[in-house]
């Protein structure tokens, strides 16, 4: 990510555009990405970067639930705070319908990349530099 970022994203030569698609366990992906949201979009990417490092803990035994509201503590959420967030129907239609926006994309795993709205089959530097490039040049 960080050679892609620093090649089209801080160049502003794209706009870069995150979605959430929860994969296995979708249970403990899905609180992960309701929890970044109730924190704010300032905290939504640190979130989602503290989980992603905590993956050893998540699958290592440790209760899923103990690592998420570890994590939803850090940025400032009170356990209350954090199942709320994580049950409440409103967020979870929410959640639902994003996914499936990106089944109807035709994402079915991750990642996925698209470009102008073109699944792009080689998700390497190289391969989404090929699709985007072809793009820029347009």
Same mark, same amino acid.
Do not use: W
């Given at each position: ?21 929860? =994969? &296995? @366990?979708?249970? +403990? ?6 929890? !970044?949201?109730?924190?704010? %979009? ?19 035994? =440790? &209760? @899923?639930?103990? +690592? ?6 850090? !940025?400032?959420?009170?356990? %209350? ?58």
């Amino acid at each position: 990510y960080e050679p892609f970022k620093a090649k089209y994203i801080d160049t502003n030569q794209i706009r870069f555009v995150f979605r959430e698609f929860p =994969t &296995p @366990p979708q249970d +403990v992906a899905a609180a992960g990405f309701l929890m !970044a949201r109730c924190a704010g %979009e300032d905290k939504y990417f640190d979130i989602v970067h503290e989980i992603m490092a905590s993956q050893p803990e998540l699958f290592g035994g =440790t &209760p @899923p639930r103990n +690592v998420l509201l570890r994590i939803a503590n850090g !940025a400032g959420l009170s356990e %209350e705070q954090f199942t709320q967030c994580v049950s409440d129907p409103d967020n979870i239609a929410a959640l639902e319908a994003r996914v499936r926006q990106g089944v109807e994309a035709g994402v079915n795993g991750t990642p996925t990349f698209m470009v102008n709205g073109q699944r792009v089959a080689d998700p390497s530097l190289a391969g989404l530099s090929a699709a985007i490039d072809a793009e820029l040049a347009k």
